[in-house]
């Protein structure tokens, strides 16, 4: 049985070695090979790879298949060394996402945050006039006129909420929209969720963990995939087409993390709800089948032990 778990684990992680170390890391060497050869000339010369390439089979052909192997086993090394880097730097990208924003403070975090509030309460104006012009409308205006107020009302509060949830708190809708998430289940609930997500945690059937660390595992991977930009940023010192590898793979990243964030977060209100009466019924809360406020301010004072 102990064989059989092992073989199922060693199985696993040479799929996520393959997937998240080998594949991009190998992919990010030829670029880098690419970088060396061509250098900062047009991109399409195809006959001069050829060429290096020709060069190179011709002179490992002399030598035994020990340095073939070493070869083999030095281009592996850096791509694992690369995809280890960019795991690095993808954690330093998740900060940079979390980072918490200052309107008062300068420099680029401050100045963000100050942007970003400034648009927001631009489109919360407008879509609060918006939304009471429909409201004067719902019996003086006819059915027609009325009925595009509200839709304007609608498009105007999606606009606001595009841009965060919340009045926004930190520079990046990332960082606003998980804030906005702890934020929501406190004002429902009145309950601390950085307090409960331990003790909810341990509650969580399967599947919701699951499901949880899948959301978690997208988001770190679009940050990672930040990161791997960044290194194609590097390369276009050496040749210029890396950057342009490096913007599409950066935007790519950016998009995968608002889904993955929008995702997260989701999933993380839905928990409170599904799971929050059961987490109080553990910690020996009388609750009843939703968890209410007056029960969640209990748990949460009891959680931060008076701190």
């Given at each position: 049985?102990?064989?059989?778990?092992?073989?199922?684990?060693?199985?696993?992680?040479?799929?996520?070695?393959?997937?998240?170390l080998a594949l991009p890391g190998l992919l990010?060497?030829?670029?880098?090979?690419?970088?060396?050869?061509?250098?900062?000339?047009?991109?399409?010369?195809?006959?001069?790879?050829?060429?290096?390439?020709?060069?190179?089979?011709?002179?490992?052909?002399?030598?035994?298949?020990?340095?073939?192997?070493?070869?083999?086993?030095?281009?592996?090394?850096?791509?694992?060394?690369?995809?280890?880097?960019?795991?690095?730097?993808?954690?330093?990208?998740?900060?940079?996402?979390?980072?918490?924003?200052?309107?008062?403070?300068?420099?680029?975090?401050?100045?963000?945050?100050?942007?970003?509030?400034?648009?927001?309460?631009?489109?919360?104006?407008?879509?609060?006039?918006?939304?009471?012009?429909?409201?004067?409308?719902?019996?003086?205006?006819?059915?027609?006129?009325r009925q595009a107020l509200v839709r304007r009302?609608?498009?105007?509060?999606?606009?606001?909420?595009?841009?965060?949830?919340?009045?926004?708190?930190?520079?990046?809708?990332?960082?606003?929209?998980?804030?906005?998430?702890?934020?929501?289940?406190?004002?429902t609930y009145d309950l601390d969720l950085v307090?409960?997500?331990?003790?909810?945690?341990?509650?969580?059937?399967?599947?919701?963990?699951?499901?949880?660390?899948?959301?978690?595992?997208?988001?770190?991977?679009?940050?990672?995939?930040?990161?791997?930009?960044?290194?194609?940023?590097?390369?276009?010192?050496?040749?210029?087409?890396?950057?342009?590898?490096?913007?599409?793979?950066?935007?790519?990243?950016?998009?995968?993390?608002?889904?993955?964030?929008?995702?997260?977060?989701?999933?993380?209100?839905?928990?409170?709800?599904?799971?929050?009466?059961?987490?109080?019924?553990?910690?020996?809360?009388?609750?009843?089948?939703?968890?209410?406020?007056?029960?969640?301010?209990?748990?949460?004072?009891?959680?931060?032990?008076?701190?």
């Amino acid at each position: 049985m102990t064989t059989g778990v092992l073989g199922a684990l060693g199985g696993k992680f040479a799929e996520r070695w393959a997937a998240t170390l080998a594949l991009p890391g190998l992919l990010y060497v030829a670029v880098a090979v690419l970088a060396s050869v061509l250098g900062q000339r047009p991109w399409y010369p195809a006959s001069e790879v050829r060429r290096r390439l020709a060069a190179i089979a011709a002179g490992s052909a002399g030598h035994g298949p020990g340095v073939v192997l070493l070869a083999v086993f030095g281009v592996l090394a850096c791509a694992a060394g690369a995809a280890v880097a960019a795991r690095g730097l993808g954690g330093l990208v998740e900060r940079a996402w979390l980072v918490e924003g200052d309107p008062d403070a300068t420099g680029p975090v401050g100045w963000l945050t100050r942007r970003r509030r400034a648009r927001y309460r631009s489109a919360a104006r407008a879509a609060d006039s918006a939304h009471l012009a429909a409201a004067r409308a719902r019996r003086s205006a006819e059915t027609e006129r009325r009925q595009a107020l509200v839709r304007r009302a609608e498009r105007a509060y999606a606009v606001r909420n595009r841009i965060s949830l919340r009045e926004p708190c930190r520079p990046t809708w990332i960082g606003d929209r998980l804030a906005a998430a702890e934020a929501r289940v406190h004002e429902t609930y009145d309950l601390d969720l950085v307090s409960a997500w331990p003790r909810l945690w341990l509650v969580l059937p399967d599947g919701a963990r699951s499901d949880l660390d899948r959301a978690r595992a997208a988001f770190s991977a679009a940050a990672q995939l930040v990161a791997w930009a960044a290194g194609y940023a590097v390369l276009a010192v050496w040749w210029w087409p890396a950057a342009v590898i490096g913007c599409a793979v950066g935007v790519a990243g950016w998009l995968r993390g608002r889904a993955a964030t929008e995702v997260l977060a989701l999933l993380v209100e839905s928990v409170v709800d599904v799971h929050g009466a059961e987490l109080a019924r553990a910690l020996g809360f009388e609750c009843p089948q939703r968890l209410t406020r007056a029960v969640g301010e209990q748990v949460t004072k009891a959680l931060r032990k008076n701190t």
